[in-house]
């Protein structure tokens, strides 16, 4: 009721994200390799904690409200659905990201390993990906409530982090177990008995009801091929790698991980909003085939870690050049701006 009326819907969705994404370069600053948190325990200042804290629940909050806000001024349409879902798919792991910098990498007492945070993301998008491999086949959108109780885990994460400090995740909590390694437990164990289980029995009622939007298997399952195969490629990328790319630069492995998945997850969207058939392979999956060979291979030697560079910004590009062509082209055919209630003049 606060937010006035002349404020666009998106203005709030956007908003939440570029908190969220200052959050994350604001500790890339302070901790790049993730070993701030467990080499030097004060090189992330207080406030940062604190300040993450903050930008984690104004966005969640954002993102909460930014639908009601768009019925309220009798605004939604289609540009906001994709603008909000569109943004979120990139702020999962954006989210994700960011808490690794609580925890730290593994430095032989303390932390996790690079290997469990690829597994960490791997299993939080993926959760995301059924989300919206459900509603494209039953038309409606279940949001588990394990998404609220991740939000709510990590503002109070950062809280604790800021007030009590990194060390409270350096000590055991129970029979030997770290905080770390129960949230990783739990996360797995929501994942694989209640969301996923959760997506599979409301695409069976939605079968039973007959109200399934697509016919054969086929056509059901096509949209997880371009997200699995892409798991694959980046998996075998990252157990392959004969310069151990991901224990050297996790940080921008994991950040064109989250991109990357992006883009292929935004044009399931699309294509469940718009009832029309996914492509079988995504563009992204060709070229990275091919720099997945050329690092398992050998054949980038000392330059796979400059290759990766040059890669992740090249994707990263091109999925921000993807939403914003997209973005102006829903703006135009559906006669409206993205970031403000005025009509647009007819031409």
Known sequence: QIVPLWIAPNLLTFSGFVMILFNYFLLSFYDWDY????TSPG???TWVWLFSAFT????????????????RTQSSTPLGELFDHGLDSWATSIFVLSFFSVCSRDNGKTGVSVYTMYIYLSIVLFNFMCSHWEKYNTGVLFLPWGYDISQVVLIAAYLLTGTVGVEVWQKP????????????????????????????????????KKTLKNDSLYEGLLPLVSPLLLFILLTVWVVLSPSNVLTKQPRLFLWMVGVAFSNVICKVIICQMSSS?????????????????????GLLGSMEEVVLGIFTTLVTAAHVHYGVCVGRQLSEHLNIYIFS?????QE
């Open 35 to 38: 070993t701030a948190s467990g």
């Open 43 to 45: 090189l992330v200042p």
């Open 56 to 71: 984690t629940f104004c966005a969640y909050a954002l993102d909460s409200i930014d639908g009601k806000h768009a019925r």
């Open 173 to 208: 909590l129970l029979f030997g177990y770290y905080i770390t390694d129960v949230l990783v437990i739990l996360l797995i164990g929501f994942s694989l008995f209640l969301s996923f289980p959760q997506t599979l029995y409301n695409i069976h009622r939605a079968y039973l």
């Open 277 to 297: 058939r996914p492509e079988l392979f995504h563009w992204f999956l060709f070229p990275l085939a091919l720099v997945v060979y050329a690092a398992i291979s």
């Open 341 to 345: 209630l005025k009509k647009r003049i």
